[in-house]
């Protein structure tokens, strides 16, 4: 059983910032990575950020500069400071963990959260 939470998603003007956070939790033996990915109606969900257990990062190029990815592994949470937001970056944000129920890996989605930037 594993349960992947997300909040932070909220309506926001162009060139202002929101705050997402997931924690995971349930019967996961270890965490290899975490990370955000968005999608918009009629396209395919993207990586927006994603980080490893050792501190590695990935951003789309869209978002760099802007976006900042942090972990906290002791408590299974990652978080996406979005910065300088806009309109485009309007979606409905998962939260994706990757990992192993001791001997079989799998990764899990979280429910998504909406993220609106008006113009």
């Known amino acids: 059983q594993v349960q992947v939470v997300e909040s932070g998603g909220g309506l926001v003007q162009a060139g202002g910032s929101l705050r997402l956070s997931c924690a995971a939790s349930?019967?996961?033996?270890?965490?290899?990575?975490m990370g955000w990915y968005r999608q918009v109606p009629g396209k395919q969900r993207e990586l927006v950020a994603a980080?490893?257990?050792?501190?590695?990062?990935n951003y789309a190029d869209s978002v760099k500069g802007r976006f900042t990815i942090t972990r906290d592994n002791a408590r299974n949470t990652v978080s996406l400071q979005m910065n300088s937001l806009k309109p485009e970056d309007t979606a409905v944000y998962y939260c994706k963990v990757a990992g192993k129920t001791y001997n079989t890996f799998n990764y899990w989605w979280g429910q998504g959260t909406q993220v609106t930037v008006s113009s």
């Open positions: 349930g019967n996961i033996f270890s965490i290899n990575s």
């Open positions: 980080i490893t257990s050792v501190g590695t990062t």
